[in-house]
């Protein structure tokens, strides 16, 4: 038996096979694959938002205004959240850049350019979230409504 610190010889030690670097186990696949489907959840969720909206605005009673109230109001949740998201993440990052981040938009606007590759998808959000205020809010008007 050797002693502490002896190396060991090639003969005692197990021999092990080689696996080929192509081949890839079921755990390597779990771990690059997200634990949950974001991306089709959201696809399938907007085309079954609009088809439902669509029904809503053909089929209800005033249902154009109504589905422009309902586009109003999901684009008015949209915003603050993208937007705290990232306040969130000045905060987290250091507490000076959260405030500049709360009080300076030409600083906001830098901030989220600097970090793209973590917030994109929260401009995505703000983004579609003004755009769908700006479709309700026509659609509110285009029933006569005075907005």
Do not use: H
Not at 40 to 54: D, F, N, P, R, S
Not at 83 to 92: T, V
Not at 98 to 118: F, H, K, N, S
Request: aromatic share 12%; proline share 4%; charged share 15%.
């Amino acid at each position: 038996m050797p002693a502490r610190g002896d190396a060991t010889r090639a003969v005692d030690r197990p021999q092990r096979k080689e696996r080929s670097v192509s081949r890839s186990t079921s755990r390597n696949i779990r771990a690059s694959k997200s634990a949950f489907p974001w991306q089709t959840w959201l696809i399938w969720g907007g085309v079954a938002l609009v088809l439902i909206l669509t029904a809503i605005a053909f089929l209800a009673p005033d249902g154009t205004w109504l589905v422009g109230c309902i586009l109003v109001a999901i684009g008015g949740i949209l915003v603050p959240v993208a937007y705290f998201a990232g306040a969130y993440g000045a905060f987290s990052e250091d507490v000076l850049y959260g405030l500049l981040y709360i009080t300076i938009p030409l600083y906001t606007a830098y901030y989220l350019v600097t970090r793209w590759e973590d917030l994109w998808i929260w401009v995505t959000c703000a983004t579609v979230g003004v755009g769908l205020v700006l479709i309700g809010t026509e659609m509110v008007r285009w029933v006569g409504a005075a907005v």
